[in-house]
């Protein structure tokens, strides 16, 4: 069902015209290899690590997998919870999935996932559901009232809204710098790979950090928080680079980061198959590593700044651009296009919402999804969240000469929530609204 549903997994990119799909003929145990399971965690990373930095020849095909399996915990994808030291097991399975970008976008990716576990009929179940309140909603509002906020919503969006996405985007091109530039020109390496450091973190429940936004303001959303706390992280990050030597360079005010976004809202309906939706906007945000920061001022400047991005069609707009680039351009243009639209960011953030509850293969538990961004061009600092099992997760993967322990830099970021968490609960923060938030 899976194949039919997904056929792109069974293609590869055409040798005669590369904007083509082939169909081919390949046997399953082609794609999956089975290898020694990693017997620590730094030998898991590593492996994590060269999966990332290696290419795919996408003429042969568009994704891979490996499994290995070994006792309970050797690997450290895994930490213990009280589900699996009840349920008695001795030995974890460990797969990691990669693919080139022209397979499917993360959201698909979630999508494909779901359709192969023991509870995809369920998922779907719930997608549809969810749909079709959307929809009940939408007819009580009325058409008239609908139609008249439509008409409005496309002159103001797309019109005035893509006059200021591309004036911003533009000047941003012209005025931005990454204040990390300066540790990443060292010694080049074989294949122009630099070393990568990865590292995963589980920050705290989903339903914990919407309490902690709602008790902030209505209007910040847990995207908001999540940048924040990046953006932290990276002041920090600067700050220990600097003190074990640098340029005696000015550092700018703000730095960029490129925020990914699904164009469909974050959904594959059960009866779609997957593709990739993905544009994405930059978004600058202060940075002040050398001063001291009151962080819930600061998060409440970022919502701010992504509110009024999120008001233009800057996603679609790249998209569109993207997609015009890559067709029409040769390659070595297309490559200097993206790096000069990704403004001289310095990191890279998306969300990944995975499933509610935990989910099962061959009726085995899945107890950990984690995801990590490949690097886009002249970026080096890739970082995923992702919620499973009412989790959030945060995964990094990061040019190593700017983040050498990844570790740190995740923890970086769950200081400063421990912060935002406590100014938040301890009452500081007043006239607060109850809202729901979500992954924007």
Known sequence: ????????????????????????????????????????????????????????????????????????????????????????????????????????????????????????????QMILDAVGKHKLHAKKIGFFHSATSLVIGVLVYWVFGSIVALSAQFLNMMVSSNPFDEFAVVESHENDTNPRS?????????????????????????NDLFVTLLGRALERQYSELKANGGDDVKCPST???????HLTGGVILPHQSIGNKIGAFVAPIPFNPNEEKDSISSLRQITTIL????????????WLVTALISTCAPKSVAKYAMVRANCHAAAVISNVRAFPFKIHWMERPVEMICAFLPLPPGIPIGLIVTSYDGEIIFSIDADKRIVPDADTFLQFMADEYEVLKHEATKGEVTGAESSESSFS
């Open 1 to 124: 069902m899976t194949k039919h549903k997904h056929e792109r997994f069974s293609c590869r990119v055409s040798e005669s015209d590369p904007k083509y799909f082939e169909v081919i003929d390949k046997p399953f145990d082609e794609y999956v290899e089975e290898l020694p399971h990693p017997q620590h965690p730094d030998e898991f990373k590593s492996r994590i690590s060269k999966f990332l930095s290696s290419p795919i020849d996408v003429n042969n095909q568009l994704w891979e997998a490996t499994l290995s399996t070994g006792p309970l915990y050797s690997s450290g994808a895994i930490s213990k919870s009280n589900y699996v030291v009840d349920q008695d097991y001795e030995s974890e399975t460990v797969a990691l999935f990669r693919s080139h970008h022209v397979l499917c976008d993360g959201v698909s990716l979630s999508a494909v996932i779901a359709d192969v576990s023991d509870e995809g009929e369920k998922l779907n």
């Open 255 to 261: 730095i960029n980061i490129v925020v990914p976004v």
């Open 198 to 222: 990865v590292a995963w973190k589980k920050l705290t429940t989903v339903q914990e950090a919407k309490s902690v936004v709602r008790s902030l303001s209505i209007y910040v959303k847990l």
């Open 307 to 318: 509110h009024k991005i999120k008001m233009t069609p800057a996603p679609q707009i790249s």
